[in-house]
C-alpha cells in the first residue's frame, strides 16, 4: 500500500458526459500528478501540482482540469468525454516538486461507452 | 525518436533464472533513473531509484546505468513467479523542463513456476 488513495475504483459512463476524479496523497506529499495508461500510450503524464499551484503540464487536454485544494487532495475532471478517453488514470504523490521518487494510487479504471 | 525506448517483450522466462530488462533514452540531461513494477490492474509501485552512472543492488534486485551509453538495466535474479509484472523504467533531469518523468512503455515479465 503506497498510502495514496483514488475514488472511485472503477466508472462506467456514456459519451458526452463529465466525471470527477479524486486522489489523496501520501501524508507529507505536497505534490500530486495525474497520468493516464493506456495499452498503445503507455503511462502519460497530464498534469502536476504542488501545494495547491499547478506546477507542469503534460499531455492534458483541454477537456480535462484538474485542482489541488488546500488540505491536499486533487480532482481530475474529464468533461465532453470521447470512447478514447476510457484508460486507466493514476494519481501519484511525492514530498518536493521536482518529480523525484513518485508513489501511486490504485487508479481508476474508467470506460466511457 | 522516442525520449525513452524499452522493449515491451512479452518475456517469459523460468522459476530461477536471471532476467534482464533495459531502456535506452536520448535525453542527455537525464539524471535520475527509476524502476517500476505494477502487477496487473494495480499502480506502478517504486521498485528501485538510482542517481546519474552506476550500479545498485537491492536483494534479487540490481539497477544499473550507463550514461555513456543511455542505457539503463534492471537485473533480477533468482527470478520467482511473483515477479511476474510489467517492469517500467522512468526517468527525469533536473531544473527547467528535465525534470519531469518520462516513462517507458513496460515490459510484460512471466515467470514460469
Known amino acids: 500500500d503506497s498510502g495514496v488513495t483514488q475514488t472511485p475504483k472503477h466508472l462506467i459512463t456514456a459519451t458526452g458526459q463529465r466525471v470527477t476524479l479524486r486522489c489523496s496523497p501520501r501524508s507529507g506529499d505536497l505534490s500530486v500528478y495525474w497520468y493516464q495508461q493506456s495499452l498503445d500510450q503507455g503511462l502519460q503524464f497530464l498534469i502536476q501540482?504542488?501545494?495547491?499551484?499547478?506546477?507542469a503540464k503534460g499531455n492534458i487536454l483541454e477537456r480535462f482540469s484538474a485542482q489541488q485544494f488546500p488540505d491536499l487532495h486533487s480532482e481530475l475532471n474529464l468533461s465532453s468525454l470521447e470512447l478514447g478517453d476510457s484508460a486507466l488514470y493514476f494519481c501519484a504523490s511525492s514530498v518536493g516538486q521536482f518529480q523525484e521518487t513518485q508513489y501511486f494510487g490504485p487508479g481508476t479504471r474508467l470506460l466511457v461507452l | 525518436q522516442k525520449e525513452v525506448e524499452q522493449d515491451p517483450g512479452p518475456l517469459s522466462v523460468p522459476e530461477g533464472a536471471i532476467v534482464s530488462l533495459n531502456c535506452t533514452y536520448s535525453n542527455s540531461a537525464f539524471q535520475y533513473f527509476m524502476w517500476y513494477r505494477q502487477y496487473s490492474r494495480k499502480g506502478p509501485e517504486l521498485l528501485m531509484y538510482t542517481y546519474s552512472s552506476g550500479n545498485k543492488e537491492d536483494g534479487r534486485f540490481t539497477a544499473q546505468v550507463d550514461k555513456s551509453s543511455k542505457y539503463i538495466s534492471l537485473f533480477i535474479r533468482d527470478s520467482q513467479p511473483s515477479d511476474s509484472a510489467t517492469y517500467l523504467c522512468a526517468m527525469s533531469g533536473s531544473g527547467g523542463s528535465n525534470y519531469k518523468l518520462t516513462f517507458g512503455k513496460g515490459t510484460l515479465l512471466t515467470v514460469n513456476p
Open positions: 501540482y504542488y501545494n495547491g499551484e499547478e506546477r
